[in-house]
């Protein structure tokens, strides 16, 4: 399956998916961007950087073959596979970033925007029944089983 015969599934766990992978750039992105401030920021950004960490994981299966990690990490990671735990995730890390407008108006905002946005997408495809369906491009569904 392509990524475009993806986005035409109508499955708003892809869609989460893919903005959750668009949530890994920015996170990162943002977060190094907004470490050089000289207050409370940094804190933000530090917690920026580390979700796009743990976003990665969550969203591209196929690291946690590859990339070596503790077994402590593996198993928290796999506790959010269902679409109600991946929307809560992302609505606690878009939380997290609003509460950085109580310090300063920083570009953080869009993350939590686009954290935000992952995070009904995720919840639209729990609350329509949709299991998850995660994409085929981004190491799911049999890719690391074609690899091993």
């Given at each position: 399956?392509?990524?475009?015969?993806e986005l035409r599934s109508r499955n708003f766990s892809i869609y989460g998916q893919w903005t959750g992978v668009?949530?890994?750039i920015l996170c990162f992105a943002l977060g190094i961007a907004n470490i050089f401030h000289f207050n409370l920021v940094i804190?933000?950004?530090?917690?920026c950087l580390v979700s796009s960490f743990v976003l990665i994981f969550i969203e591209i299966p196929l690291l946690l073959r590859i990339?070596?990690?503790?077994s402590k990490f593996d198993a928290l990671i796999?506790?959010?596979?269902?679409?109600?735990?991946?929307?809560?995730?992302?609505?606690?890390?878009?939380?997290i970033q609003w509460l950085?407008?109580?310090?300063?108006?920083?570009?953080?905002i869009a993350a939590a925007i686009?954290?935000?946005?992952?995070?009904?997408?995720?919840?639209?495809?729990?609350?329509?029944?949709?299991?998850?369906?995660?994409?085929?491009?981004?190491g799911g569904q049999g890719v690391a089983q074609m690899i091993v």
């Open positions: 399956m392509t990524i475009a015969e668009l949530c890994i804190l933000f950004s530090i917690f990339c070596p990690t503790s796999r506790k959010v596979t269902t679409n109600y735990m991946r929307a809560a995730v992302y609505l606690t890390m878009s939380i950085s407008i109580i310090v300063k108006a920083t570009s953080l686009v954290l935000f946005i992952a995070a009904v997408f995720y919840a639209l495809a729990g609350l329509k029944g949709q299991g998850f369906v995660g994409s085929k491009t981004l």
